[in-house]
């Protein structure tokens, strides 16, 4: 079986093991044998016009009776590949063979477009699976070079990447400088420059630079390797709608073949049509009727809507994730690590003595001897020189001290300050409660008994947060926070991102509790990264993971956004919805054919050729209008753009604005 799920012949040419190239092939001799039928028939050769019929019909009719049977004994069902060859038969049998052998060509050949227009999508998602190296060049201790097979690279072992080669697994950049083309795992265009430090992906191409790179995981556990095994599990499962046409072929066949009999004696006996009008009105009635644009119509869009997904850098586990999304009217937004950085960043300094460069650098000084979260956030904010503070100690829940020039420095907080006996003046506490009241967490920085600059350091919105929430709203589309975060935290994010609606100091149970209450208003799409969200992405009608989340989120999920882009989530909901209403429309054509046509055949207004190009060609119609989403693309909204340290005053003047005050 070649990886397209096809059966091989075994000795024969490699080209007829393809479905693809073997279905068009037998089209083609399909239609050669009906165009020489109709040739000879004209010349007056009767025997000569059969048996190019013969050849019209075997090469069209028999591959589908194969199938037919195949299904039939092995999952007792009865398909649209069963009706096509007993409608060619009955052609036949009212010496219609011509138009028989037509429908069997059509037929053969609207198979043949499906196979290529799946194809086009499952390869557009299935190239992922190219992208790893067949190895790396790893660096041993000594600086030696040896070359080993993907599956041996191990954790902590570093490797050699040079230009045009792909990186062999997820790990970080040690030594060099480059650029990473990771359009194929994120989908974005633009390279992403990297650094020492910097995050690289397996899979992902290298730019100019030679760079080394530590491994951090296997190759098997890269977010490439992850996104193809969601890959593969997507295509297995099926929407609502898909699941309904799957199920509704089998007995809408059987209602078909049994409708034949009742046309032809309803025709015969009880309108006193002659048997062999009655007939040819009952083989066409049975052409007409047969579901293959219902069956094939969804597929076709899902499949094409995921394959256009994941080029866009979003990826829906299933059909009906994509349902779902389109039906969705709220979106709840986790906000640590979603709608924010997830990273401390120092966004305020008010200094009350001397400049505020002095400030940062004396903060920068003392907290570069602690691990704590403020205290990096204090540190990467000033890439200048600092002083040196000796006899540093930590001070448990307080903050941290120093000596400079013979005079104690510390940083910390409001306890900290208690502790210095240092004198809160009324500017400094004016700038302390500022801060406090716009949920950011404060630093008072002091020298003996003195406060000289209040610090003020949060978790600061994505830069893309903003504007991918106002999109959203646009769409119509209902957003809501959800946070363990201190309330006043919470609202000053929602604040700064124009969420109006917040719901804040939630235990992953209380989440849980929450998705419930808003899943009676409406169906819900919940967007969350962290482990503590996974319950709730779970109990979400769609529950959608940032791609630079946690394995638990990404295994919760219905969709995940590659990049961890928020402004791909709208264009997650604008391609669901459109997948909706291509799926509506198509359903809508292919049972508007089926009823309409089919109504006057039973009239004798549709003559069997004509009841044949309207039944396929409404086939291709549907998978052509499905196809046309693979060309769909994302706008993206305008970033808004963030300074890592906001102006003095700035968190002041937005507490006051929303106090009114």
Not at 492 to 521: Q, S, T, Y
């Amino acid at each position: 079986m070649d990886e397209s799920g096809e059966l091989e012949t075994v000795g024969g040419p490699r080209w007829w093991a393809d479905g693809v190239i073997r279905g068009f092939v037998l089209a083609g001799i399909t239609l050669a044998g009906v165009l020489a039928g109709f040739t000879l028939r004209a010349v007056g050769h009767p025997w000569l016009h059969w048996a190019a019929f013969g050849v019209a019909f075997l090469s069209g009719g028999v591959p589908s009776a194969i199938a037919a049977w195949k299904e039939l004994t092995g999952e007792r069902k009865l398909n649209v590949d069963l009706l096509m060859v007993v409608a060619a038969l009955g052609a036949a049998s009212v010496g219609q063979a011509g138009d028989g052998a037509i429908l069997l060509f059509l037929f053969s050949l609207s198979n043949a477009l499906q196979a290529w227009a799946f194809g086009r999508t499952r390869n557009a998602i299935r190239a992922l699976m190219k992208l790893h190296p067949e190895g790396a060049t790893v660096l041993d201790a000594d600086g030696r070079e040896r070359w080993v097979r993907l599956g041996e690279l191990r954790p902590g072992d570093t490797v050699l990447v040079r230009p045009g080669e792909r990186f062999p697994a997820d790990g970080r950049v040690a030594d060099g400088f480059t650029s990473a083309d990771e359009s194929a795992l994120t989908g974005e265009s633009v390279p992403v420059d990297k650094s020492p430090g910097d995050v690289v992906f397996g899979g992902t191409l290298n730019g100019e630079g030679v760079v080394r790179a530590r491994i951090d995981r296997p190759a098997s556990e890269s977010a490439l390797a992850r996104l193809v095994r969601l890959v593969e599990r997507a295509q297995a499962a099926k929407g609502p709608t898909e699941e309904f046409a799957a199920r509704f072929e089998g007995p809408y066949t059987i209602g078909v073949l049994v409708s034949v009999p009742i046309v032809f004696f309803a025709l015969h006996l009880l309108a006193g049509v002659p048997s062999g009008p009655a007939w040819y009105r009952a083989m066409t009635f049975l052409v007409v009727a047969s579901p293959c644009a219902v069956v094939i119509s969804t597929p076709a869009a899902v499949l094409a809507a995921m394959a256009a997904g994941a080029r866009n850098g979003t990826l829906f586990k299933s059909g009906a994730a994509l349902e779902a999304l389109a039906a969705a009217r709220i979106v709840a937004f986790d906000k640590t690590g979603t709608l924010t950085e997830g990273k401390m960043r120092l966004v305020e300094v008010a200094a009350l003595e001397g400049s505020e460069d002095d400030a940062r650098a004396l903060a920068a000084g003392l907290e570069r001897h602690s691990e704590h979260p403020v205290a990096r956030a204090v540190v990467s904010a000033w890439p200048g020189d600092a002083p040196r503070v000796a006899d540093v100690q930590a001070v448990r829940g307080h903050g941290i001290r120093g000596v400079v020039e013979g005079e104690t420095v510390w940083a910390g907080s409001r306890r900290m300050a208690a502790a210095q006996g240092a004198d809160v003046s009324p500017e400094a506490e004016r700038r302390l409660a500022a801060i406090e009241n716009a949920g950011v967490t404060p630093v008072v920085l002091g020298r003996g008994t003195r406060v000289t600059a209040v610090l003020g350091v949060a978790d600061t919105p994505r830069a893309e947060a903003a504007a991918a929430v106002h999109a959203l709203r646009e769409r119509g589309l209902r957003v809501v926070m959800l946070t363990g975060d201190r309330e006043p935290v919470a609202r000053h994010i929602a604040a700064e991102l124009g969420i109006g609606e917040i719901r804040a100091e939630l235990l992953p149970e209380h989440k849980l509790d929450a998705i419930a209450g808003l899943r009676r208003e409406g169906r819900v799409a919940m967007v969350g990264d962290g482990v503590n969200d996974a319950p709730a992405l779970a109990a979400a009608d769609v529950g959608v993971a940032m791609g630079s989340g946690s394995d638990v989120s990404l295994e919760s999920a219905d969709l995940v956004l590659m990049k961890s882009d928020l402004s791909r989530m709208a264009g997650a909901v604008g391609l669901a919805r459109k997948t909706a209403a291509t799926i509506r429309f198509n359903l809508a054509f292919a049972m508007g054919v089926i009823v309409i046509v089919g109504t006057l055949s039973l009239f004798g207004r549709i003559p069997l050729p004509l009841g044949v190009v309207a039944h396929e060609g409404g086939t291709i119609f549907v998978v052509t209008v499905g196809l046309r989403l693979l060309a769909h693309r994302f706008e993206s909204p305008a970033k808004s753009r963030r300074e890592t340290v906001v102006p003095r005053g700035h968190l002041l003047a937005i507490t006051e604005s929303a106090t009114g005050d």
